[in-house]
């Protein structure tokens, strides 16, 4: 933690009758109940708080009692007057306190001061501190999904993150969206994005992936950029986005807060936290399909994506039904996987590395890939030189994963990439080549356990900024689509030798899963955009941080 500067306010300060030395530096707020007593006790608690200024969400000044809650009794009387005029000549703070599982709090504490001019004068000197805080988000543009997860958002929203933004003095245009990609449609042409601080969306993954793709797109509109050249460097979003969970499935936030909670996102956003984050560009043959920020998987994810949504009726459990489904048909798929290694950067998959708040590796390849990205932009010609740098896998695989997170779920807790991070500019290129049932089934329970998930023979993974796949049989767009009608035809058995690969209908091509979304195409070209993203939020916080901001007085 911060040490705290030069003191700005220290006053005796009452909080339940208990006097406190209260101080205030620019960088903390700290109460220590005062000692009367001079015999030294070593095992007495510790009864000294702090909370970081930046973490203060606002202080009031409170307000005189109504007179008519007084009792009629007279000693009670005199106690409630006495009350009251301590109430008016209070204030009080409310802050984030740290739960577990990475949850916050806002809890308050009210102190009371011996005059009306010091109380003042100490909720001035609270009030000027915060208003120096740069960082805090003033307007908030909102999208409400009504329809997602268990249908809660407008509830959510209103009861548990509204009241919290209210009291934070922050102002929001909230909307409520009417059909699928209203919040993607209106961020790329009517939305002021000038007025705004931030985007807030409140639902799940999909609807962070509609404001992701209306933003990004508006970005490289008013910046002069061609999205639908993969060659193009995508230029950063000034706006951060924030993300109220109420989907079914939250992956981002608990990629980068720790949790699934709203009201703990709500509070990143309201102190101003900002987090980088990596997002893929997807094309193919110079034009754009999609952004992706998790898992572009190809193969067993795309067939359980594919299969999944046909039987939507089931519920969540369609997914199970469809994972199990998949695994027992076993299909294999023949292709071609070109990458451009990540050179000159900090970690590999395999070190067994935490993305987590602050991360040094992050930092350090953000700026490298950076440096050499605007070496890029002013030297066309090395995309030449980088052709030797490629490589190229070729052969029958299982599953084509590329991970730009960890992806960690409860189900997963290690996530498909226990060391892949936010905001480093690569993607975890995983390859699981055809194997038997048994070792694949090896290799999808390594994701629920602690062991190694790469250490086995038919399993590779390379760090990588850039990649494409190219399936059998497509050389070129006419081939693609003959292969596609010829699959066509064989819809017609479906039904009855689609679970039967010995019938010799196996398929060809599997399917692009994109962040839960299917592509059209099967060949791509992805490329990671370092940073292109800030969210309010600041990474997965270890839990000693949570120790130490929970008992400050260590300092």
């Not at 100490?122 to 009030?127: A, D, E, L, P, Q």
């Not at 790329?188 to 799940?204: I, P, Q, S, Y």
């Not at 890029?376 to 052709?387: F, G, V």
Request: net charge neutral; aromatic share 8%; hydrophobic share 35%.
């Amino acid at each position: 933690m911060e040490r705290p500067g030069r003191l700005l306010l220290l006053s005796e300060l009452r909080v339940r009758n208990t006097a406190y030395e209260v101080s205030l530096s620019r960088s903390l707020l700290t109460w220590k109940r005062r000692v009367s007593s001079p015999v030294y006790h070593p095992f007495r608690p510790s009864v000294c708080h702090s909370v970081s200024v930046t973490e203060i969400i606002c202080v009031t000044e409170e307000e005189e009692e109504n007179s008519s809650k007084q009792r009629d009794d007279g000693s009670w009387r005199k106690i409630k007057e006495r009350e009251g005029k301590d109430c008016r000549q209070a204030f009080t703070v409310f802050y984030v306190e740290r739960g577990r599982n990475h949850r916050w709090r806002c809890v308050e504490i009210t102190f009371r001061c011996p005059d009306r001019a010091m109380c003042q004068h100490w909720v001035s000197g609270i009030r000027d501190q915060l208003a120096a805080i740069s960082s805090r988000p003033k307007q908030l543009l909102v999208y409400i999904n009504p329809y997602g997860g268990k249908r809660q958002g407008k509830r959510i929203y209103e009861q548990k993150v509204a009241p919290l933004f209210a009291q934070a003095g922050i102002s929001t245009h909230v909307i409520v969206t009417e059909y699928a990609n209203h919040a993607r449609d209106h961020l790329r042409t009517e939305a002021e994005l000038k007025r705004f601080d931030g985007v807030v969306c409140v639902g799940g993954d999909g609807m962070f992936s509609e404001i992701i793709h209306g933003l990004i797109w508006r970005t490289q509109m008013d910046g002069g950029v061609d999205p639908n050249s993969p060659e193009e460097t995508l230029l950063p979003c000034s706006l951060r986005i924030g993300i109220i969970p109420a989907g079914s499935t939250d992956c981002i936030c608990f990629a980068t807060v720790g949790t699934n909670d709203p009201v703990t996102s709500a509070l990143h956003i309201i102190v101003g936290d900002s987090q980088p984050m990596d997002v893929c560009s997807v094309h193919h043959n110079n034009a754009f399909l999609r952004y992706s920020v998790s898992l572009l998987g190809y193969g067993f994810y795309g067939d359980v994506l594919t299969d999944s949504e046909r039987k939507r009726w089931m519920g969540p459990a369609r997914y199970d039904f469809s994972g199990l489904k998949m695994f027992l048909t076993h299909h294999y798929y023949e292709g071609t996987v070109s990458y451009l290694p990540a050179k000159g950067i900090m970690g590999t998959p395999r070190d067994g590395g935490r993305c987590r708040s602050g991360c040094v590796v992050c930092q350090h390849n953000g700026q490298i890939l950076t440096e050499k990205a605007d070496r890029y932009e002013m030297d066309k010609a090395s995309e030449n030189e980088s052709e030797d740098e490629w490589r190229t896998i070729r052969g029958k695989f299982l599953a084509i994963n590329a991970a730009s997170m960890s992806c960690a779920c409860p189900r997963s807790p290690k996530g498909l990439s226990p060391s892949a991070h936010l905001a480093d500019g690569t993607t975890d290129l995983i390859l699981v080549r055809k194997c038997s049932r048994f070792n694949f089934l090896r290799h999808l329970i390594r994701h629920t356990s602690k062991d190694d998930q790469f250490d086995l023979g038919f399993v590779e993974v390379h760090r990588v900024c850039r990649f494409r796949f190219m399936p059998r049989h497509c050389q070129s767009d006419s081939d693609l689509e003959l292969d596609l009608q010829e699959n066509s035809k064989r819809q017609i058995f479906s039904q009855i030798c689609r679970d039967h690969p010995a019938c010799g209908c196996t398929p060809i091509y599997s399917s692009w899963n994109c962040d839960g979304e299917i592509l059209n195409h099967t060949a791509i070209d992805v490329r990671v955009h370092c940073q292109l993203i800030k969210l309010f939020a600041r990474g997965i916080e270890e839990m000693a941080v949570f120790e130490e901001i929970t008992n400050p007085c260590a300092i």
